[in-house]
RNA sequence: GGUAUCGUGGCCGAGUGGCUAGGCAGAGGUCUGCAAAACCUCGUACAGCGGUUCGACUCCGCUCGAUACCUCCA
């Protein structure tokens, strides 16, 4: 490929050429999930639009080592709750060791993103097993001056950090704004400013996840366990950073406080955020309680979902919107995507048995084709413009059908573009795939072959009931019969 | 209150200073024993008000509205 990828960094608010800091290697650094709850469609987004990224960047060319957290300690429930964190204060509730509940969450991320196809990442570190990191970092920060230490806490010292660099770059806040606005907690008098936050926190004698520091037996604060996990596994300075929106601030900026402080520069080229998943055009998240879980989804287990949704349907949903807009969920919105993959997997199947006519009589769509792949490359190059390379395929899909219908023809050079561009953007960068093919054995295929041939003779004597009768009973075991002009075709699905 | 994003046809959702997004739903047609599928055609959508321009949905300003972040959240 010959013309460039562009991306949106957050950091300049703009699309920007992609130049890795080293290529062929590309390193990219995603926030995971903090493994206290059940994954839901919030947690699926940001999963299915960089793993669209790591799948793009590994299509080009580039050796991508792909970090993807799993945070197991350390997010403060309130900086007021006496330094409960999540995962302990759940334990408690299920009278669970901290690690248990962790690890069982984390079980169940992986199970829902290996169903929504979700390539694993290159590294999943977690934050647990990367104690005496966090804790080195944070002396290099202290060393550097923009922390202090009180009663076994550490904290990081905004007002003296604002002196020398701008906190706030990345998210367009203020410092002024942020002092005055802070909201007044009690617990934190320990604080200096109201706006400077926890690197170390000391436990509580009832806190049962802890680890010994210079400082305390304690735990660490939410935002150090990526500067120093990106730091060990993609070195000092890499490519890109992803995540949430909703993580832009307070946690990436401090993110990038931290290894100002500690490296004496930042650490990242890229910053990348995709936006929320709405309901009701709220966002859904955990603390509006709002949220539907991927079990939910995939079982139709939940009061407002109005049938299940297969996980194709939720990875086609995200990927039909951009990732920097909202997506709004909804049974009518979700219906239309898992009809419109039907229909893009119907095509394919078409595809793959579709003759190519002889040359030289006129095939208009040539071009076309061509055209269709160009199409598809500028979308990804802008932005990892998913919505637009489906709207082209749709073009593909008519194409097809209209070939299958005889209504146009195609060369064998055409087809096999064709055949091309939907194996790599279907299934290499897409990552959908067919979920009903998985029952294509060839038994299947040779009864199929034989009821069909019973179905064809009755139909020639015009014995309508025992050829609806067949047609009935199969569409009862999820099999759809389709009468074509040269013969009758059958497919997995209603 | 501060910061940011956004407001597109019945629904979802792209995009652009003048030329078709796409999907779903709907209407009509072709095909067909019926059905399904497929294909063709259609609806003159860009919050409101000003401004810039030969021309704006697209640029600028204002108004209204929505959302996110400012506290844990993907």
Known sequence: MESRLFLFNTLSRSKEVFEPISPPFVGLYVCGPTVYGDPHLGHARPAVSFDLVFRYLQHLGYKVRYVRNITDVGHLEHDLD???????????????????????????????MDALNVKRPSIEPRASGHIIEQIEFIKKIIEAGFAYEVNGSVYFDIEKYSRKFSYGKLSGRVLEDLMTNTRELEGQDEKRNPADFALWKRAQPEHIMRWPSPWSDGFPGWHIECSAMGARYLGEYFDIHGGGMDLLFPHHESEIAQNQSALGHESVKYWMHNNMVTINGQKMGKSLGNFITLDEFFTGSHASLAQAYSPMTIRFFILQAHYRS??????????????????????????EKLQASETGTGHPQSNEIKKLKDACY?????????????????????????????????????????????????????????????????????????????????????????????????????????????????????
């Open 82 to 112: 006496e330094g409960e964190d999540k995962i302990a204060k759940k334990a408690r509730l299920e009278q669970l060791e901290p690690m248990e509940v962790a690890q069982y969450y984390a079980d169940r991320y992986f199970i829902f």
């Open 326 to 351: 909202t997506l709004d969920f909804s049974n009518e919105a979700l219906q239309a995507a898992e009809k419109g993959l039907k229909r893009l997997f119907a095509a394919i199947g078409v595809l």
């Open 378 to 494: 500028e979308a990804m190059n802008d932005d990892f413009n998913s919505p637009m390379v489906i709207a082209s395929l749709f073009e593909g899909v008519r194409i097809i059908n209209s070939v299958n219908d005889k209504k146009e023809s195609i060369t064998a050079e055409d087809l096999e573009t064709l055949k091309k561009i939907f194996n790599t953007f279907v299934f290499d960068i897409l990552g959908l795939k067919n979920e009903l093919s998985g029952d294509n054995s060839e038994c299947i295929k040779g009864l199929m072959e034989l009821v069909l041939r019973i179905r064809q003779s009755s139909r020639e004597k015009k014995d309508w009931g025992t050829s609806d009768q067949i047609r009935d009973t199969l569409s009862e075991l999820q099999i759809t019969v389709k009468d074509g002009k040269d013969g009758s075709t059958w497919e997995l699905g209603k």
